[in-house]
């Protein structure tokens, strides 16, 4: 396509989307992203009390193959983690910036990631380097969630 049939097509249509983690524990790495995002777990099944239930009526060698965390207001994209036999061997490709000093510059933006870094840490999270800012970049926490994926506090 020339640069003019570009600017001429119609706009393309927006999608949604949802991020997936491969991971081992499926619900156990959704509910840690929902406390860090204050994202839900979607209400189980039809016919079901509770996932408790849910699972219960699984056959005991098929435990949930994936789990799902979503914004409650629908804004924000679904997060959906399936089980895959094999660990994690290498660093993310992509990975999540949860932002919490956004507008806060030095100390201030300092305080804001520690006080996210121990409540994260609580939550079963590890804590990894802290880059400073520079004369580019503002200073952001690398993290590791419940099962070694990275994320960035910034």
Not at 130 to 140: F, I, Q, V
Request: proline content about 6%; hydrophobic content about 40%; some cysteine.
């Amino acid at each position: 396509m020339t640069t003019t049939e570009i600017k001429n097509s119609a706009a393309p249509e927006i999608r949604n989307f949802q991020i997936t983690f491969d991971c081992a524990d499926p619900e156990r790495v959704a509910r840690f992203w929902c406390e860090v995002l204050g994202y839900v777990v979607p209400a189980p099944p039809e016919g079901f009390a509770d996932w408790d239930a849910y699972k219960a009526s699984l056959p005991a060698d098929g435990p949930l193959a994936g789990f799902v965390c979503q914004d409650p207001t629908g804004v924000r994209p679904r997060m959906y983690f399936q089980r895959v036999p094999e660990g994690k061997a290498v660093k993310n490709r992509v990975h999540i910036d949860v932002r919490v000093g956004t507008g806060l510059v030095g100390e201030e933006r300092l305080a804001a990631l520690e006080a996210e870094c121990v409540r994260l840490e609580a939550l079963g999270a590890t804590r990894g380097t802290l880059l400073l800012a520079d004369e580019y970049n503002e200073s952001c926490q690398n993290m590791q969630d419940v099962e070694g994926n990275e994320f960035c506090l910034d």
